[in-house]
Nanobody
Framework: VQLQASGGGFVQAGGSLRLSCEAS????????MAWYRQYPGKQREVVAS???????TYLNSVEGRFTISRDNAKNTVYLEMNSLKPEDTGVYYC???????????????WGKGTQVTVSS
């Protein structure tokens, strides 16, 4: 299973970016999908997650500004980021829990990080 993330970049405070992450390979089903953020020298923290039935959760600091969504037909998860702040700067990673065959437990796969930089 491979995850291809895209959409990072440089934006001024108040701007918007949209991240995408497409899973491909030996996929029977996809369970939870999520976006994490990592600051230099810090552990990754979950920014937003979405379950297979569409239930979403958000980090308090992004609630109301970020929206996570998924397209099951495309095995893709998105993160729409609005009203960006300098403290949103970091490397963003997608994580997807994949079942490769019926009855097997889900395994978490990670995409390569994509840099988001928000200038003040």
């Amino acid at each position: 299973v491979q995850l291809q993330a895209s959409g990072g970049g440089f934006v001024q405070a108040g701007g918007s970016l949209r991240l995408s992450c497409e899973a491909s390979g030996n996929i029977f089903s996809i369970n939870d999908m999520a976006w994490y953020r990592q600051y230099p020298g810090k552990q990754r923290e979950v920014v937003a997650s979405i379950s297979s039935n569409g239930r979403t959760t958000y980090l308090n600091s992004v609630e109301g500004r970020f929206t996570i969504s998924r397209d099951n037909a495309k095995n893709t998860v998105y993160l729409e980021m609005n009203s960006l702040k300098p403290e949103d700067t970091g490397v963003y990673y997608c994580a997807v829990v994949v079942q490769t065959s019926p009855g097997r437990p889900g395994v978490t796969y990670w995409g390569k990080g994509t840099q988001v930089t928000v200038s003040s």
